[in-house]
Structure formats: C-alpha cells, structure tokens
C-alpha cells in the first residue's frame, strides 16, 4: 500500500514537470496591441507658409513667412529694428495681415498744444454802439502730441506719432452794438474838416505829445466817452462817435477840446 502512494506522487511531479517545459497548459492571451506590429512615429507638420503685407518707412512689399508673432515675421523678412524704432503691432504680438514698421532718429516726446478759435460776433441793436458784451468765455483746447525726428529722403524732420484731444477749443462769443455814428445835432456839424485840421484825416495818427486818432484824442478823454485802448486802434467810424459824444458831453464847449481847429465843426 505504501509503495502505491510513493508510485502515484512521482508521477504526478512527472506530469506538472513535463507540462512545464514543454508547453503544456493554458497560457495567458496576449493583447492585440502587443501582438500587432510596431507602427512608424507620426511626422511632425511643417509650417505653412503665408503672405503678410509688410510697411517700413511708408515703403510696402509683401513677405511669404511662416513665423506667427511680429518678431518672428521681422526676423524671416530680414529686418532689423533700431532702437527707437517703432512696431504695430508690437513685437510680441501675433503677427496678422500687415506689419508696420517707422524708423525714428529719436525718442518720442510728448508736448501740449494749445489751440484757440476765432471770436464769433453777434449783432445787438440794443447795445450802445460801438459797444461790446461777452456772452460766452473762450477757453483754449488742449491736444497731446507725441512727436519725433525721422529721415525723410536726405533731411531729418520732426514727425507727429499720435495725437489726443484732451479738450475742445470753446469759441468766446461777443454781443456788438451798432457800428455806425451817432445821431443829433452833432451828427450834422461837419466832422471831416474837423479831422482834416487836427491829423489830416489820418486815423491812426499819433502824436507824440500823446493824443490819437482822426480828432487827437488824450487818452483820458477818450476812455470818459468810453473808449477802450488807444483811439488809433479804433475804426474811423467809433472814432467819428465818441468825437461827437465828447462834444455833447462839454455841452458844445468845443474850444477846450479843439481849440485850433473846432471852428472847422461849423464850416
């Protein structure tokens, strides 16, 4: 019974053995992955090529580049950029249909321009004449410039970059009264011949002793018939009025004011 047992272990160690070396049993599957081929690497895709309009100093010529930031479409098309030179898009931006590039001899500066619009003037019957109202303040506008030397042709100028309004100019706006001569009895003395004596009916006569104008006004007597600045300055006309105003203002008492020549008021 013993030698029985001992007989049917060895030949199952036989069995188990052979099995093993010779391939015996279920083995596991292997994956589709692995037993397929090894396939070839994916190749890399080159870059495509494609036209970008490129500007430097207002020359224009069109590139076939591959690079996708301006830096790189500059670096294809084989430009330099100086130090103060300038980029739009800039340099580290993507690159789109056009690139512009303006080469400057010098740094920007930014200055303030100032700038101002003509007075408007508005008729007003019922002002004194000659008189003048401000309706309305002007106030100047006020621009930012950035500006900087560059080589036009064979000579170095001074070209605007950019500008911002920062402000609109505001016209000032005058209410004038009428523009002609008085009316009365002085209207009708005869003022030429008065003028004629006294500045040869020059009106913007000026005597150095210190009288003006067609009728040689003092500036004192000038300003008390309301009068601004020097009677010189003032157009024949308001000359012609604030004469005759003076002449009613003494009461007809000419020989004060024209002493010499007053008697022509009457010729």
Request: charged share 25%; net charge positive.
């Amino acid at each position: 019974m013993r030698h029985s047992r001992v007989t049917a272990a060895l030949c199952a160690l036989v069995t188990i053995t052979a099995a093993a070396g010779c391939g015996g049993g279920d083995q596991p599957k292997k994956s589709a992955a692995q037993a397929a081929p090894a396939q070839d690497a994916p190749r890399a895709t080159q870059p495509v090529a494609r036209k970008v309009v490129l500007v430097v100093d207002r020359r224009k010529k069109t590139v076939s580049v591959t690079g996708t930031t301006v830096r790189e479409v500059l670096d294809e098309a084989g430009v330099k950029l100086g130090r103060y030179d300038l980029v739009e898009p800039a340099v580290d931006q993507p690159a789109q249909n056009r690139v512009e590039v303006t080469r400057l001899l010098s740094k920007p500066k930014l200055k303030v321009v100032r700038t101002t619009l003509p007075v408007v003037k508005k008729k007003d019957s019922k002002l004194p004449p000659f008189s003048q109202k401000e309706l309305r303040k002007a106030k100047p506008g006020v621009t930012i410039v950035k500006t900087a030397f560059a080589r036009r042709g064979k000579k170095k100028v001074e070209i605007v970059l950019a500008r911002k309004v920062k402000s609109k100019p505001v016209a000032q706006i005058l209410a004038i009264g009428p523009q002609s001569g008085g009316s009365g009895s002085a209207s009708s003395l005869n003022w030429a011949a008065l003028a004629k004596c006294e500045s040869g009916g020059n009106p913007k006569a000026v005597n150095p002793a210190g009288y003006y104008g067609l009728y040689q006004f003092s500036l004192p007597s000038w300003s008390s018939v309301g009068g601004s600045g020097k009677p010189s300055d003032a157009p024949a006309a308001e000359q012609t009025y604030r004469a005759q105003l003076l002449y009613q203002r003494v009461n007809g008492r000419w020989q004060g004011q024209w002493p010499n020549c007053g008697k022509y008021l009457f010729s």
